[in-house]
């Protein structure tokens, strides 16, 4: 069966009213919002009390580079919640929202698989409870009132030229990568060159993400740099006015998610920032609530440990005010081969040689996390195609770095395939241990990039674009130097190529812009040749879907 099958047999036979699945976790009805029988939102009295609480303790999965046979952290994340639960250990996940982008294109949804899925997936994948079209309106209302303030007799003197505030959509459409706007006359706006991102990339996505309340929110919507004026002075949208009418379109967007899993474990689903061109993490609320209601509280980290592990360490965990208590890095003997120079097409066939190759990359990721002194264990999702002599490498190179490593069948067998993985987090959870941040944010931002590129990726140095200096100037004019940094890069290799396998050293990062985002409250280092707005592929998975006339779907992965 497809995944939709697996889900949508769950759904008409086994699905809770989410009013039963609050109930596991201490929730009365008046403390959702309901969108239909099975979605709710946490209302905002809800979680004002529960940030209150004691936080229970905090499970961050992340995993390699990611690869076309795919990593499955979302699955893994998911089976090994409802694992603990059939061990009796009151977990809670918090995951991302799904894009449209990467549903109607090549990478799949965020629900997971399998037997290890969070429904409903055909609603999380698509509309859910609207979030990610709020996030888009208000983007695009801010858009709008910036090109209404030039119209209008542009009384802050903003220049249309460095106006750097772009409109989004969530869909990939590379055709509106680069624009022009206000053609048409007079009455139709200043003429002007624009950008589209896609939604998932935007700065109000991380200023949603990254805040705990209403007030922060409207905070960190007031800071954000849209423009400079003629002479060079940064202009804000609190400069605009503006910044209660972009927060109460989202007033609805900011309450977190519930859903559950296949096997009713309370899943909080909020916030969906791309890891390779943000910073790829789930909102700071959801995953304090998760906190507050669960004993074990389980996150993922977008794409692989060197973006999004790195930038929920370096950004998400100060202002959450909690680090993780360990760490799991979700890996594949298929994704280790490919890495290892094994063709995708030949993934199937047992091949040690190619898995001990790859096995650099994992061993790189393994070590990139242990640097924050937190215990570490590897998950790796199995398939069916892998061998018991594979299984047996893999677990025996990680327990050679000191490492458990446990074969986990959470697709086929959900939360029973991930116990052995439950058994020995929940032991490695009492360990004790420092966090050690990676970069002191005090530091200049070369330095703080070089960390990163040198003790991450594994490069040896960083050259910057005639335009990225210009950006360090104007960074360093406005004090905006001691923000942390968000590195926007390829997801497919820990250096800038994408085309670089394994565990490549000594190579030389470039660096093209750095862009401020001060209501996030990071600074946005786009290397390489890295997009904020991606394309759909030569055969796009919406080629593939379809709707029955009494409303099923069909074709969702």
């Known amino acids: 069966m497809s995944d939709i099958e697996i889900a949508q047999a769950n759904e008409r036979t086994e699905m809770l009213p989410i009013t039963k699945v609050a109930e596991t976790i201490g929730l009365t009805p008046d403390d959702l919002e309901l969108y239909g029988k099975a979605k709710a939102k946490l209302s905002y009295p809800t979680l004002k009390r529960l940030a209150e609480k004691k936080p229970g303790k905090l499970v961050l999965v992340t995993s390699i580079n990611p690869t076309p046979a795919g990593e499955g952290k979302s699955t893994v994340t998911i089976g090994l919640g409802d694992a603990l639960n059939l061990r009796h250990q009151n977990a809670v996940i918090a995951l991302r929202e ?46 709008a009132l910036i090109d209404n303030h030039l119209q209008q007799g542009n009384a802050l003197n903003i220049d249309p030229r460095r106006i750097t505030w772009n409109r989004v959509l969530d869909i990939n459409d590379r055709s509106l990568r680069h624009t022009v706007i206000g053609v048409g006359g007079a009455t139709s706006g200043v003429p002007r060159e624009n950008s589209f991102d896609i939604t998932v990339a935007s700065e109000l996505m991380a200023v949603l993400c990254l805040s705990k309340n209403m007030h922060e929110l ?99 965990t100060p202002v959450l005010g909690k680090t993780p208590d360990a760490v799991v890095i979700v890996a594949t003997v298929r994704a280790l081969k490919y890495n290892g120079g094994q063709p995708l097409k030949e993934l199937t066939t047992e091949n040690l040689d190619a898995l001990k190759n790859g096995f650099k990359n994992l061993k790189k990721h393994i070590e990139n996390m242990q640097r924050y002194g937190r215990p ?50 929940v032991a490695a959870l009492d360990q004790p241990g420092e966090f050690k941040p990676l970069y002191d944010v005090n530091k200049p931002v070369k330095d703080k990039i070089l960390t990163i ?93 379809d709707v029955s006339d009494d409303g099923v779907i069909s074709g969702l992965f």
């Open 98 to 143: 799904p894009s449209l982008g990467p549903v109607m294109g090549m990478k799949g949804g965020a629900t997971g698989g399998g037997y290890s899925q969070v429904v409903p997936m055909e609603d999380i994948n698509l509309h859910f409870t609207g979030d990610m079209h709020a996030l888009t309106t208000a983007v695009d209302t801010l858009a």
């Open 218 to 316: 409207k905070a960190r919507i007031s800071n954000i740099v849209i423009g400079f004026t003629y002479d060079r002075k940064p202009v804000t949208v609190a400069d605009l006015e503006v910044t209660g009418a972009i927060a109460m379109l989202l007033k609805d967007a900011l309450k977190p998610n519930l859903v559950q899993t296949l096997a009713h474990t309370p899943t909080l689903i909020h916030g969906g920032p791309f890891a390779n061109i943000a910073h790829g993490c789930n909102s700071v609320l959801a995953t304090q609530t998760a906190l507050a209601l669960g004993n074990i509280a389980l996150t993922e980290a977008g794409f692989g440990a060197d973006l999004g592990a790195e930038k929920f360490m370096d950004i998400k």
């Open 376 to 425: 570490v264990l590897v998950a790796i999702n199995q398939f069916v195609s892998d061998t018991q002599a594979e299984l047996d490498a893999l677990i025996k190179a990680c327990a050679d770095l000191g490492v458990q490593a446990f074969a986990s069948d959470v697709w086929g067998q959900g939360g029973k395939g991930a116990l052995p993985l439950a058994d020995a987090l």
């Open 453 to 545: 590129v040198q003790k991450i990726y594994g490069g040896a140095d960083v050259v910057y674009d005639h335009k990225a200096e210009l950006a360090l100037k104007t960074i360093a004019q406005n004090g905006w130097d001691h923000l942390p940094i968000c590195m926007a890069k390829t997801q497919y290799s820990l250096s800038d190529d994408p085309k670089a396998l394994g565990a490549p050293t000594g190579f030389t990062m470039h660096v093209r812009d750095i862009q401020p985002k001060l209501g996030a409250g990071f600074l946005v280092v786009l290397t390489g040749s890295v997009l904020t707005m991606p394309g759909l592929p030569k055969r796009p998975a919406a080629m593939n879907m």
